[in-house]
């Protein structure tokens, strides 16, 4: 992992970080960030189920993608996230560019928030349209905060000290995929194999079932590209051959295609591939 120099911040929050040398006599120390959220979990990419009742605590956790800052869509080289340590309250992150890191006190009955000793990486970035500099900004001058729930997708909005929203945050909570689901289309084709079954453990993010033909397991892996980004990795299936092959066929490249998931109602789930389309139909059942 490369080393960065760290840049800390206090009241005024710096812009870009077009040279590291005007900075020089600020560093305080060399240490090294995370570059990406593969690290900063240990390789173990995964959103842990989350529900209102741990909002209304004041429990944040997980990741968030950085959906807007100051009114407009965040962009950068890499999706913008903020993953939040509620046990330590502290976040980790990416703002477009660079890696930050910060501390930060909340009050829910208050819906105050405040983030604290702010870090960041001094990585130049040449991309336009980045949002680096207006993140920086938002976290260091966000005084309180507000949230919802949508379905499952959660989302977070921050403020300024005169009431001023300044960002927004999204999270998908996938934990209406538990349990047992049975393989309803595949594309455009109805399918009709009542063994093809796929479950899901959210907790665990792992996938395992039936093609119709053989055993499959696998693992799920979600990120910030997409507050409803999924995908299947690892997949692996016993080798017993069957006349209907080619159905299983067909699943597995579904599942290596996947990119997206879209509740459609509380018994029915749609997996899309990168350009949006249904490639993927599952109806939930009450088999094991």
């Known amino acids: ?32 960030l995370p570059s990406d959220r593969t690290t900063i979990t240990n390789g173990q990419q995964k959103s842990q189920p989350y529900r209102s009742q741990a909002l209304e605590r004041g429990e944040l956790s997980g990741d ?10 965040a962009s950068g080289e890499t999706p913008p996230y903020i993953r939040f340590d509620n046990a330590n309250k502290r976040i980790y992150g990416n703002n477009g560019c660079n890696s930050i890191n910060a501390d930060y006190t909340i009050n829910p009955e ?21 949002s680096e500099t207006q993140i920086n900004m938002a976290l260091n001058t966000t005084a309180s905060y507000s949230w919802e729930r949508n379905g499952s997708r959660y989302s977070i ?19 209406f995929l538990n349990g047992t689901w049975a393989v309803e289309r595949l594309g455009d084709k109805k399918v009709d194999n009542d063994e093809m079954k796929l479950v899901f453990d959210i907790a665990e993010m792992k996938v395992h079932g039936n093609t119709g033909c053989n055993i499959l397991n696998g693992a799920l892996v979600t990120d910030m590209l997409e507050a409803d980004a999924i995908s299947f990795q690892n997949m692996a299936t016993t080798r017993r051959m069957c006349p209907d092959i080619q159905l299983e066929t ?3 490249v579904a599942l290596e295609a996947t990119s997206r998931v879209k509740p459609v109602n509380a018994n029915t789930v749609n997996f899309l591939d990168n350009k949006g389309k249904v490639i993927l139909q599952l109806v939930r059942t009450t088999d094991q």
């Open 250 to 252: 067909e699943l597995l």
């Open 64 to 73: 968030w993608a950085i959906e807007t800052v100051g009114g407009t869509k």
């Open 110 to 130: 208050t819906k105050q928030l405040h983030f604290g000793h702010i870090v960041t990486t001094m990585r130049y970035c040449a991309g336009e349209n980045i």
């Open 1 to 32: 992992m490369k080393k960065y120099l760290l840049f800390l911040f206090s009241g005024a929050m710096v812009m870009t970080m077009a040279s590291c040398s005007m900075f020089q006599k600020n560093v305080k120390t060399e240490a090294q």
């Open 157 to 175: 909005t921050l403020y300024s000290s005169e009431g001023n929203p300044i960002m927004t945050l999204v999270h998908q909570e996938y934990d």
